[in-house]
Nanobody
Framework: QVQLVESGGGLVEPGGSLRLSCAAS????????MSWYRQAPGKERELVAF????????NYADSVKGRFTISRDTAKNTVYLQMNSLKPEDTAVYYC?????????WGQGTQVTVSS
């Protein structure tokens, strides 16, 4: 049974950092593309970053390039999103996602609030 559990969200001041974790079970994160999405109030869910299952190729939304880093720890079967230089517009619920063919699997989300 595929399960994704996010953690690490919280309240942080502008310019601060957070590291989100996505603990996976029921499959190996090394074998699938792993993604982070976010959804702000009143907005559609958007792709933030993904890491491929081969050669660890990564890609980022323009709004987070140079500030966020996605990575994977296969020993812990966990995917991370390191977020630096946070801005108020990064405030959202952040979700971890993977897909097996046409079936997508989502975590429950973790709230990130950037405010002074």
């Amino acid at each position: 049974q595929v399960q994704l559990v996010e953690s690490g969200g919280g309240l942080v001041e502008p310019g601060g950092s957070l590291r989100l974790s996505c603990a996976a079970s029921g499959f190996s994160v090394s074998n699938y593309v792993m993604s982070w999405y976010r959804q702000a109030p009143g907005k559609e869910r958007e792709l933030v970053a993904f890491i491929s299952n081969a050669r660890d190729i990564t890609n980022y939304a323009d709004s987070v390039k140079g500030r966020f880093t996605i990575s994977r720890d296969t020993a812990k079967n966990t995917v991370y999103l390191q977020m630096n230089s946070l801005k108020p517009e990064d405030t959202a619920v952040y979700y971890c996602k993977t897909a097996k063919g046409p079936i997508g699997y989502w975590g429950q989300g973790t709230q990130v609030t950037v405010s002074s």
